[in-house]
């Protein structure tokens, strides 16, 4: 038998400085036997020459492994370290946990007693601090388009779900059904999607918690030209100066991607918002929105202008795939593509092409001010289009 911690951590420590932590509790040393060239360490500690604790680490973590307790508490978790005191000796379990303890505080962490699931530090070090009230914003707006037919049925309630693994800030806190009046989410994921089902023509939107603003979801009624929905989120800009809001955010946009079946989904920066200090609004004289790709419920094509991130599968994976710009990674049967690792706005974005101005991806595929609809359209999305001019 053992009582056993884990410490989620966001950075690692070298040797040196997992044995100065460990040194700095009173009477602990590392004891002979240890690994400390190989990756993960393996560490036996001893107390005033007795056998303490064991500490096994670092071992990668995947974001969608970790605990949601411990995502909603800390960013960018990335490693862990196993501290286990072996055996009967109870009087070690307290210096383990001030060992651990430090350990969370060195590496920016989280220290799980894996026996009663206590975390240290018990209250969340995830804040993103809001613009002051009518500040103006740029913001990160964006869309996932799925087929009514391919979508799961529980499409909500993925999207709560990989919400916990990746980004807790995307849990609403209220929320509105076609004309009833903001709700409060409680945790009621079942609740929250007997609402969404009630509203077929309407949908549902909700305000979560900055730096995510919003979401909403198409309603899943037949009332529209053709049977392209989309499930569409706002992000403040200034959160994804922090790598670790990226990260986060991209784990988030393309698991969503996938589990929804897109097969197409973008990330754009909209320009000239502003805060009311509930939720972000629109402003005639300087908003730059990021429009969508459906007008009137019917789908028009690819926006000419490039996105700083975008998700291809199906049909249109193969119509990009070979023209691509940037970084792309494939992630089960669709691909990702990023035009810079920062968010950049268009302007930024078409200077940054190969030849400046230039489109992102075939023309064809693109609609604009002069183009209201592709020249080229998937086979699979043409049902209920009407011919073209």
């Not at 560490?43 to 970790?66: M, N, S, W």
């Not at 990260?247 to 990330?267: G, K, M, P, V, Y």
């Not at 920062?342 to 940054?352: G, I, K, M, S, V």
Request: proline share 8%.
């Amino acid at each position: 038998m053992s009582y056993d911690f884990r410490v989620y951590s966001s950075t690692t420590l070298d040797a040196d400085t997992l044995g100065d932590i460990v040194a700095s509790c009173s009477g602990l040393g590392i004891a002979s036997g240890s690994d400390l060239d190989s990756i993960p360490m393996f560490v036996p500690v001893e107390r005033r020459g007795k056998y303490a604790f064991t500490i096994d680490g670092p071992q990668a973590e995947d974001p969608g492994d970790v605990p949601p307790e411990v995502t909603a508490s800390m960013l960018g978790i990335s490693h862990s370290y196993d501290v286990s005191v072996e055996g009967s000796n109870s009087a070690s379990i307290p210096v383990a946990l001030q060992f651990v303890k430090k350990l969370a505080k060195a590496t920016t962490g989280v220290a799980v007693d894996l026996q009663t699931s206590e975390r240290w530090p018990a209250s969340s070090s995830r804040k993103f601090v809001k613009p002051p009230r009518n500040q103006e914003i740029d913001i990160v707006s964006i869309y996932w388009y799925y087929l009514l037919d391919e979508a799961p049925k529980d499409l909500l309630l993925r999207f709560l779900q990989l919400a916990r693994k990746y980004l807790p800030e995307a849990l609403p806190r209220t929320y509105s059904a076609g004309s009833r009046k903001l709700g409060t989410y409680a945790g009621d994921d079942e609740g929250l999607a007997t609402a969404y089902a009630a509203e077929p023509f309407w949908g549902i939107r909700a305000l979560p918690t900055p730096p995510v603003l919003n979401f909403a979801f198409n309603g899943t009624g037949t009332y529209k030209e053709s049977d392209v929905r989309m499930v569409m989120m706002d992000v403040d800009r200034a959160a994804l100066a922090d790598p670790r809001w990226r990260d986060a955010l991209q784990r988030f946009f393309i698991e969503f991607a996938h589990s929804s079946n897109s097969f197409f989904a973008s990330a754009e920066v909209a320009r000239g918002y502003f805060w009311s200090g509930k939720e972000v609004r629109s402003q005639p004289s300087t908003t730059e929105a990021a429009f969508t790709c459906l007008w009137s419920g019917t789908w028009c094509g690819l926006r000419e202008w490039p996105q700083w991130w975008t998700w291809f599968s199906g049909p249109y994976k193969d119509l990009v795939h070979d023209s691509t710009v940037g970084e792309t990674q494939t992630h089960g049967n669709g691909l990702f593509h990023a035009l810079s690792s920062e968010p950049r706005n268009r302007d930024e974005l078409y200077a940054a092409m190969p030849v400046p101005g230039t489109t992102w991806v075939p023309e064809a595929l693109t609609f604009g001010d002069k183009a209201p609809r592709a020249r080229v359209i998937p086979e699979g999305l043409l049902k209920a289009l009407p011919p073209s001019p």
